[in-house]
């Protein structure tokens, strides 16, 4: 069974740092992995996604990597703003797609 | 372009009550989801249709059902709701194995 984990559980960084948080999975066959911010009462919304064959994808200042071969990706935040704070989880897709594992998520707060 | 939306947005029930959660979405996507998230546990997934016409369990499907009415609805029921429902439901559909979700419904089952 898929298992993923999300370190750190949570974060708190002066606003204009670089910031990186870690997504692990146990199962390396995956379809794709996908990178969520969710605001407190929200739905989750997609930052990006990431097919098994790519080594990363970029979105303004966030950039996502993955290694399918360790079980690891990173999202990578670059010059946090307080509109960053919010709760960011990650999903893997197996090959039967559709059917997302989630982590726990990395409630991430940036102070001015 | 709505996305996905669900209906209501928020839901108090006693216990043995049923209730209908709604989703729909304007997509034109073919599969679709139904997630809960609980402290703790994550996002977990309840029923999900690949296509308009067939449904699947996922995760924890035990006390809901759903139905694919047509390609853009898709909706979760409960029919004796029991306070261990209670939860945020999210409602997601998917485009090129993106999902996308809907805003959630705040669900309380006293």
């Known amino acids: 069974k898929q298992e993923v984990t999300q370190i750190p559980a949570a974060l708190s960084v002066p606003e204009g740092e670089n910031l990186v948080l870690n997504c692990s999975f146990t199962?390396?066959?995956?379809?794709?992995l996908q990178w969520f911010r969710q605001d407190p009462g929200k739905g989750l919304t997609s930052l990006l996604l990431?097919?098994?064959?790519?080594r990363e994808q970029t979105s303004g200042r966030l950039n996502a990597s993955l290694d399918k071969s360790s079980g690891r990706s990173t999202l990578y935040i670059a010059a946090s703003q307080p509109g960053d704070s919010a709760t960011y989880l990650c999903?893997?897709?197996?090959?039967?797609?559709?059917?997302?594992?989630f982590g726990q998520g990395t409630i991430l707060t940036v102070h001015p | 372009n709505a996305g996905v939306t669900q209906t209501p947005k928020f839901q108090v029930l006693k216990t043995g009550q049923s209730m209908t959660l709604q989703c729909a979405q304007d997509?034109?996507?073919?599969?679709m989801y139904w997630y809960r998230q609980d402290p703790g546990m994550g996002l977990r997934l309840i029923y999900y249709?690949?296509?308009?016409?067939?449904?699947d369990k996922g995760e924890v499907p035990n006390g809901y059902n759903v139905s694919r009415l047509n390609k853009r609805e898709f909706s979760l029921r409960l029919e004796s709701a029991a306070p261990s429902q209670t939860s945020v439901y999210f409602c997601?559909?998917?485009?090129?194995?993106?999902?996308?979700f809907g805003p959630g419904t705040r669900l309380t089952v006293l």
């Open positions: 199962d390396s066959a995956i379809y794709n």
């Open positions: 249709s690949a296509s308009e016409g067939t449904t």
């Open positions: 990431i097919q098994s064959s790519q």
């Open positions: 997509m034109n996507h073919n599969s």
């Open positions: 999903a893997v897709n197996p090959p039967s797609y559709g059917k997302l594992t």
């Open positions: 997601a559909s998917i485009r090129q194995s993106e999902q996308f």
